[in-house]
């Protein structure tokens, strides 16, 4: 292993966890809390949850367990490069999209639009608070505790996003939102590895899908470049291995671009430890030139990919049955199974959005033709 750097997180200074366990035999904190992760039936559920495309629409696009696949994969390379803790960054990325509703983002926004209608007060549906929620309560694998009592420096890296108001609900998981520091250098990894993972796989489940073309992609100065270099290489390269090799590459220079600007940041900061990170502000980063074509790419990703035509033709429907069965539930609480019900009201809902939050996509389509079509099911 890797010779750590004195910014990195060691596993045996870990801030531990919210049960006291006894310490692992033969791996390190930081280890086990990847090897629960693995092993949750959440991260086996988002084999079935959409990245962009529903997974019934072609078995080749990406799916949020393979996207966290590369994340962590990617992230892994970042720490190694920068001496930075490999276990806890894979930990971090395996883990960050646990919370995550079927149909990708059209799924959780129409669950936070569901729970703020519902509810002003309660804070709607954000799946970075799911995905906490998911690995500190919801999953049920051990006798002594719910969640998979995860290090707080795992479970603080899952939490990307958090309001004030949330924050100040949550501990000391939520303490550096309201003290305006930094996360681990591990967990700005892992939040860098996912930008760098969903750009690029985008763009390959874009052209495949044939939603974007060639001709579009070039109009994008990043893709452009590197397109330009593996043709000029290899003019005769059938575009599939063309693209793949464009990809390939700017996946490379983005990974490079990160380590050699991070590496000048934290030798111009000189962090005396993992703590002094957290107050010398964001030191993990692209250069100003790779973040602006970066940007450049994720706004015509936005506009040519994720607002096409027929991406928000599923992106309707998605919502449609999230939102239809959010209101069953919520009018008939005996619509859902026993584990998921209670008296008090805005606890109803809030199981309503933990049960909605936890369907793969084809189960959410099943359960609401169970619910609204009449046929053979009578």
């Known amino acids: 292993m890797t010779e750590l750097a004195v910014y990195a997180l060691r596993s045996e200074l870990s801030r531990g966890r919210r049960h006291e366990e006894p310490a692992p035999g033969n791996r390190s904190e930081f280890q086990r809390?990847?090897?629960?992760?693995?092993?949750?039936?959440?991260?086996?559920?988002?084999?079935?949850?959409?990245?962009?495309?529903?997974?019934?629409?072609?078995?080749?696009?990406?799916?949020?367990?393979?996207?966290?696949?590369?994340?962590?994969?990617?992230?892994?390379?970042?720490?190694?490069?920068?001496?930075?803790?490999?276990?806890?960054?894979e930990a971090i990325a395996l883990a960050h999209d646990l919370g995550h509703t079927p149909f990708g983002h059209a799924g959780q926004?129409?669950?936070?639009?569901?729970?703020?209608?519902?509810?002003?007060?309660?804070?709607?549906?954000?799946?970075?608070?799911?995905?906490?929620?998911?690995?500190d309560e919801l999953e049920e694998r051990y006798a002594s505790f719910n969640g998979l009592n995860l290090c707080f420096e795992t479970r603080e890296g899952i939490l990307k996003h958090c309001s004030l108001s949330h924050a100040k609900l949550l501990g000391d998981v939520g303490q550096r939102f309201i003290d305006r520091t930094q996360p681990s250098l591990e967990a700005q990894l892992a939040n860098l590895a996912?930008?760098?993972?969903?750009?690029?796989?985008?763009i390959d489940d874009g052209?495949?899908?044939?939603?974007?073309?060639?001709?579009?992609?070039?109009t994008v100065p990043i893709f452009a470049r590197h397109y330009a270099r593996?043709?000029?290489?290899?003019?005769?390269?059938q575009s599939r291995r063309a693209v793949a090799e464009t990809i390939r590459r700017m996946i490379n220079t983005l990974i490079t671009d990160v380590t050699h600007t991070t590496a000048a940041r934290l030798l111009q900061a000189s962090p005396s430890d993992a703590n002094a990170a957290r107050h010398c502000g964001a030191l993990v980063a692209f250069s100003p030139e790779?973040?602006?074509?970066?940007?450049?790419?994720k706004k015509f990703l936005f506009e040519n990919l994720y607002r096409h035509f027929q991406v928000m033709r599923m992106t309707n429907k998605a919502r449609r049955i999230v939102r239809e069965l959010f209101?069953?539930?919520?009018?008939?609480?005996?619509?859902?199974?026993?584990?998921?019900?209670?008296?008090?009201?805005?606890?109803?809902?809030?199981?309503?959005?933990?049960?909605?939050?936890?369907?793969?996509?084809?189960f959410a389509i099943r359960e609401h033709h169970r619910l609204f079509q009449m046929g053979d099911q009578l």
């Open 109 to 135: 926004d129409e669950l936070n639009a569901c729970m703020r209608e519902f509810s002003p007060d309660s804070g709607g549906f954000e799946h970075n608070l799911q995905s906490l929620r998911v690995v």
């Open 327 to 362: 209101s069953a539930f919520v009018q008939e609480p005996r619509l859902l199974p026993p584990d998921y019900r209670h008296p008090d009201e805005m606890t109803q809902a809030r199981k309503i959005s933990d049960y909605i939050a936890g369907m793969t996509d084809r």
């Open 33 to 89: 809390d990847r090897d629960r992760i693995v092993h949750a039936s959440a991260f086996r559920r988002l084999e079935y949850k959409t990245q962009v495309f529903i997974n019934h629409e072609g078995d080749l696009f990406r799916t949020r367990l393979t996207h966290s696949l590369e994340v962590a994969q990617i992230a892994r390379v970042l720490a190694r490069s920068l001496q930075l803790n490999e276990d806890l960054t």
């Open 290 to 297: 790779i973040r602006q074509e970066a940007d450049v790419l």
């Open 207 to 218: 052209l495949r899908s044939g939603l974007l073309t060639l001709e579009q992609m070039q």
């Open 230 to 237: 593996v043709m000029s290489a290899w003019p005769d390269l």
């Open 194 to 202: 996912d930008e760098i993972a969903y750009n690029n796989h985008d």
